[in-house]
Every structure is written in structure tokens, then in C-alpha cells.
């Protein structure tokens, strides 16, 4: 899919790698970015038109969905991370809250926006993942479970989805610069680095694109005997 001419929504824009999504949309030539919010007066970006949003608020999506008619990309960049081990006390409330986030969330909006795509041609999701869907180590564990069930249910609406002409486009990525990563003394990428790279795929028609070295190697290692996933993970 084109990001010229293109009508944009990006969930959790107004901050970090959503932000980025939304600064750099504007400046690829989209005609319209709606930016997604908790709190739409937290929007700063010129140029943009905020919409209260709230992926894990059933009723908001439904209105979103009937408001936002014109939208043909959808970025479901929406997302938490509690980093927490699957064992340790109180994870259970922790592991709903993201799944609530990262994987019903999606859901939610592939089910509302779903529709709004097909009368639009076709447009595309593209649905922010993380190389966590795929490996995982103590501190990211939970958020991993999250992750990976996101993955598994963006494969899910890629197929569903496929005979309207719907691109459905997962991204994965190691550590990004944001303030979820704020206090992760390990290597990230820059924002605008991932936006980049990501675009460059949807507009390759791609499926699936693994934004750095550590997404592209760890899904490289998926099919190994062992698998890389049953060692130690990201560390």
C-alpha cells in the first residue's frame, strides 16, 4: 500500500513510536492522519486530527470506526508492557491488562475497521509486534505471552482478510527509544529509524518485516533444532 495520498490512523499517537508514525505520514504525503488517544489534548503534532481513542473501550472503536469513514491505513501501535516473569505474584491482573491492550485491542479494531477498509479498496493494517512475539527472557516474559498471541491473531486477520484485498503487515523489533525502554540499559533504535524501515515494507506490499538485526536473526533461528526460543532470550 501507498502511504501517499492515504488516509492514516495510528493508535497511541501521541507519543513515542505512534507520534513518529503520524510525524512521518504527514511528511510521506498522506492526505488526512487521524492520531489516537486516551486523552486527544495530548496530541501536540501539527497537522494532525486527534481522536479520542481507547482501543481497550469497546464503544470508542465502534464510534471511531463510524466516524473515521474515509480511513484506509489503520497502525495498530496501541500497546503496554508490564515487565514482569509469568510466575511471580500478581501477574495474572498484569497479563490481562496487556492482553487487554496488546492483543484485544487489535482485535477490536480489526473487527471495526475491517469494514471501513473493504468499502475503501482494500487498505491495510499494520500491526506493531515485537521480537518478544517470538522469544523470551524474565524481565519481558509476560509482555511476551501478550506479544505472542498478537502475532498468532495478525496471522489470523491476514487470512481472514485476505479476499477483500486487505494488506495486514507485522512489524517485529528488539528495543526502541521510547519512554517504555527508558530504564532497559541494552541497545535501541531510533524511532524514526523503525517508522522508516516499516513504511518502506508496507509500501513493498510486504506481510511481515523485521525492522533490526535481532528481529531478522532470532526469526532466522524459529526452525532450529533446539529452537531458539527455548533458551534464554533477549538479553
Do not use: C
Not at 3 to 8: C, G, I, P, S
Not at 25 to 40: C, S
Amino acid at each position: 500500500m501507498k502511504l501517499d495520498n492515504a488516509t492514516v490512523l495510528v493508535t497511541g499517537a501521541n507519543r513515542g513510536l505512534g507520534l513518529e508514525f503520524a510525524r512521518q505520514a504527514l511528511a510521506g504525503g498522506a492526505k488526512k492522519v487521524y492520531a489516537g488517544a486516551r486523552d486527544p489534548a495530548s496530541v501536540a503534532l501539527a497537522g494532525v486530527t486527534p481522536v479520542r481513542l481507547d482501543v481497550t473501550d469497546r464503544a470508542q472503536v465502534a464510534a471511531a470506526a463510524r466516524e473515521l469513514a474515509d480511513v484506509d491505513l489503520v497502525i495498530n501501535n496501541a500497546g503496554i508492557a508490564h515487565f514482569q516473569q509469568v510466575l511471580a505474584d500478581g501477574v495474572e491482573d498484569s497479563l490481562r491488562a496487556m492482553l487487554d491492550t496488546n492483543v484485544f485491542g487489535i482485535l477490536a479494531m480489526s473487527r471495526a475497521f475491517g469494514p471501513v477498509l473493504h468499502r475503501n479498496g482494500g487498505g491495510a493494517f499494520l500491526n506493531i509486534l515485537s521480537v518478544a512475539s517470538w522469544i523470551s527472557s524474565p524481565a519481558l516474559a509476560a509482555y511476551g505471552v501478550s506479544k505472542a498471541a498478537a502475532w498468532s491473531l495478525t496471522n489470523a486477520v491476514r487470512n481472514e482478510l485476505r479476499e477483500q484485498g486487505t494488506q495486514v503487515l507485522a512489524l517485529h523489533v528488539g528495543f526502541i527509544d521510547t519512554d517504555l525502554t527508558r530504564d532497559i540499559a541494552l541497545p535501541k533504535l531510533a524511532p524514526a529509524t523503525v517508522v522508516e524501515r516499516a513504511y518502506a515494507a508496507l509500501e513493498a506490499d510486504a506481510a511481515e518485516v523485521m525492522i533490526d538485526d535481532i528481529s531478522q536473526a532470532v526469526k532466522a533461528e524459529l526452525s532450529g533444532v533446539p529452537g531458539i526460543y527455548t533458551m534464554a532470550g533477549v538479553r
